[in-house]
């Protein structure tokens, strides 16, 4: 395996950076670079021991820094690793780096670190995929979440749940292969029962998952609403910045603007959209178009009435599109009339979005309509990859079950269960090819 380098801490200027090596040239590399203050020999360093001393190039100091050395296996990649702590400047850790590139390493990929750590058997892939999660964690609750799927956690219910698979998928291969008698296991009954109970832990994960992600990743929020109703005075008052354009023309938010709104414990991730209406100008079609777009994947439509002009057709006709997808309307600008909201079967919020101070109005509203949102205390699914797999293998079981009740051959359960197991296999990365790999670490930083 080459020997891989990279700066761990961010790209800016701080206290202090971290650049990592790892490889079977790690030690070598470092020892080129690094000259030890007193009678020490880093090729000599025992793993988990430090020393200081300066980094040199073609004799200058360059900075004083603290080596510490990791022996393979024993270090986060499983292999030879080195920590080179220095001042955090730009350049000057970017020259360390440098000089370590000329003694043979090369760049470390995104997220090369942990992959290296996944081949070598150091972690399962939801592990490696758990510590982006403990990176990005912006709780309490996603941090003890990101945690639990650290230390293994959701590997060994995934494995569990896996196993009782695998254990029904062996009794099947016993049978298929001409055994006389039929293993009890192997029972109608028997067998949908266990693959109901594995369907049913399987769905709470999935479950969980949903729930969990409106508090973990924000709540994918749409404004809608026709022209000059209000959304980018709405955008703009939530984000409490000028960042849409606002102007009183018909139809100048062309592109859909995403914003992160902090509303206590609720993040919106807000698209602004262009107004919806009947256009012959090309540039707000493409608008329209994406603004629907982003409704489909909405979890809620923020939708803008001008409370001076009321809910028309075109309003109802849009909301009736809404389905699936929890609506607000905001009743704007209240301070121009005294018009009461129509009875709907939406929330209804009052709001002036010129004059309006405090979001608590809309934070109650979102509390009520995301009321069953939770992160639970227990190891679930982080991602959409391990989401999908996990609905892949209900799927594929709740097939296997209409099979057994329609009294289909045994061999066709067993092709269904097999793909089940295998997507099972595939989130912790037990069975899983080198694209869904290098998918996965591509989303980390480098470094990592
Ligand atoms: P959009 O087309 O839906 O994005 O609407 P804008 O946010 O651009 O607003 C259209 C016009 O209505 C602008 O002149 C705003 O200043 C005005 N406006 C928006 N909200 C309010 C409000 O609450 N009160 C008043 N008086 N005017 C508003």
Request: hydrophobic share 40%; net charge negative.
């Amino acid at each position: 395996m080459n020997t891989i380098a990279a700066i761990s801490t961010p790209n800016a200027v701080g206290g202090i950076a971290m650049i990592r090596v790892s490889g079977d040239n790690a030690i070598e590399a470092a020892s080129a670079v690094f000259q030890p203050v007193g009678n020490i020999k880093v090729t000599e360093m025992r793993g988990y021991t430090c020393a200081y001393g300066y980094i040199t190039d073609h004799g200058e100091r360059l900075d004083d820094v603290v080596l510490t050395v990791f022996r393979a296996p024993h270090s986060y990649t499983g292999e030879d690793t080195v920590e080179i702590t220095c001042h955090g400047g730009l350049y000057l850790s970017k020259q360390i780096l440098a000089l370590l590139y000329r003694c043979g390493c090369v760049p470390a990929g995104p997220g090369e670190f942990t992959k290296r750590a996944f081949l070598n058997g150091k972690l399962s892939l939801s592990q490696a995929e758990a510590v982006m999660d403990v990176i990005r964690a912006d709780g309490a609750a996603s941090l003890r979440q990101a945690n639990l799927a650290k230390q293994g956690k959701m590997h060994e219910r995934m494995f569990t749940i896996s196993n009782h698979l695998v254990e029904m998928l062996s009794a099947f291969a016993y049978w298929l292969d001409d055994a006389e008698d039929m293993p009890p296991e192997l029972e109608r009954d028997t067998l949908d029962n266990k693959l109901q109970s594995i369907q049913h832990q399987l769905q709470t994960m999935s479950d969980n998952y949903q729930n969990g992600r409106i508090l973990r990743e924000g709540i994918r929020t749409v404004l809608l609403g026709r022209p000059n109703a209000g959304k980018s005075s709405v955008m703009n008052w939530l984000c409490g910045m000028q960042r849409s354009i606002v102007t009183d023309i018909a139809g100048t938010t062309r592109d859909v603007i995403t914003e992160q709104v902090k509303i206590d414990e609720y993040t919106l991730l807000l698209s602004d959209t262009a107004g919806l209406r009947e256009t012959d100008n090309q540039i707000e079609s493409i608008g329209i178009s994406q603004a629907y777009q982003a409704l489909d994947t909405a979890d809620l439509v923020l939708y803008v009435v001008d409370a001076a002009v009321g809910i028309t057709p075109e309003d109802q006709d849009t909301l009736s599109k809404c389905v699936g997808c929890p609506a607000l309307v905001l009743w704007n600008k209240t301070d121009l009339t005294d018009a009461e909201p129509p009875a709907l079967d939406i929330p209804v919020l009052s709001i002036s979005a010129l004059h309006a101070d405090s979001v608590a109005p809309l934070s109650d509203t979102l509390r009520k309509i995301f009321s069953n949102a939770c992160i639970p205390d227990q190891p679930t699914v982080m991602n959409e990859r391990q989401n999908a797999l996990i609905l892949h293998a209900i799927e594929r079981i709740t097939e296997s079950r209409a099979l057994l009740t329609n009294g289909a051959e045994l061999d066709m359960i067993y092709i269904c269960l097999e793909d089940a197991a295998h997507a099972l296999r595939e989130i912790d990365g037990s069975d899983v090819s080198d694209d869904v790999i290098d998918g996965v670490f591509s989303k980390f930083c480098v470094g990592k």
